[in-house]
């Protein structure tokens, strides 16, 4: 039996001048998937999801989005909001909030663009638009409740901790109802009970929502936790593959990467 595959990256190779930073990369997604990749700074993580997501373009291989099975999207050649259409949404390593909003008008900007009600189409305001309106609200009520942050509908965004302003953005991505969802260190400056909570989310947004989950982390705890496999890059390739206990037991990724902590993973 074949498996059902949400994400295909066939060798990719990404090159920016004379730097490799995707060097001949296959890996593939299965659908419902928790799926990490790790690996040091500069390994080509946040290279790889951009190479996913229409923000740059490789030079050799193939990306192949199943939103629905059977179904099949060429990604590289795509302009990145046609990507996100097809089903493919993330959160970024730096946080890209409109920090002098709400919570809600955040989440609200998500629901709408997805839709595609532009500037012109608020101003005009006509009874579609007006609908549209109360199903962006109403989809905004549910994703706060989701993530958590009801009682901080009101609150701008930069006064957030780093915990709830990870969980908005989460919400924000959300917004655009994705098949799969990119996260780039997502529990980056939070706290260990706020890492904890975001795990739990994390879970949920697979469990409840059916959300396929591609997920970069340093914390070495909190990606073995979560993750049911991972892929481990180390100077733009691939250079081990498995579950949590395959990687830390993987001679060529403690000497690469996990080095001493991989006991206390
Ligand atoms: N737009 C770009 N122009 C030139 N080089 C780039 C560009 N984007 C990434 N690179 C290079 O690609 C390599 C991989 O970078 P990338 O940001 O993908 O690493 P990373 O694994 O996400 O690292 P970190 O853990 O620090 O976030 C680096 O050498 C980086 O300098
Ligand atoms: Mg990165």
Do not use: W
Request: with cysteine; net charge neutral; aromatic share 6%.
């Amino acid at each position: 039996m074949s498996i059902d595959k949400i994400f295909d990256v066939d060798r990719v190779t990404l090159r920016f001048g004379g730097v490799v930073s995707l060097n001949d990369v296959t890996l593939h997604q299965q659908r419902g998937e928790i799926l990490a990749i790790i690996g040091p700074n500069g390994a080509g993580k946040t290279s790889l999801f951009n190479s996913l997501t229409g923000v740059y373009q490789p030079q050799e291989g193939s990306v192949t989005f199943c939103a629905q099975p059977g179904e099949s999207f060429d990604v590289i050649g795509k302009k990145a909001h046609r990507v996100a259409k097809a089903g493919v949404a993330r959160t970024f390593q730096a946080s890209r909030m409109f920090s002098a909003l709400t919570t809600f008008e955040n989440i609200k900007i998500g629901a709408e663009s997805h839709r595609g009600i532009g500037a012109v189409g608020a101003m005009l305001r006509g009874p579609g638009t007006r609908r549209d309106e109360r199903k962006s609200d109403g989809k905004t009520i549910e994703l706060l409740r989701f993530v958590g942050l009801e009682g901080q509908a009101n609150t701008i965004s930069s006064s957030l901790s780093y915990g709830d302003r990870r969980r908005l953005e989460i919400a924000r991505a959300l917004a655009t109802e994705p098949q799969v969802l990119l996260l780039d260190e997502p529990a980056a400056g939070t706290n260990p009970s706020e890492k904890l909570a975001l795990a739990d989310l994390i879970r949920k947004v697979r469990d409840v929502m059916g959300v396929s989950i591609l997920l970069i982390e340093h914390d070495m705890k909190l990606v073995m936790s979560l993750a049911e496999r991972l892929y481990v890059l180390n100077f733009g390739s691939v250079i081990a593959e498995g579950t949590p206990d395959e990687i830390r037991a993987n001679e060529a990724v403690i000497s690469a990467y996990l080095g001493t902590t991989a006991e206390d993973a």
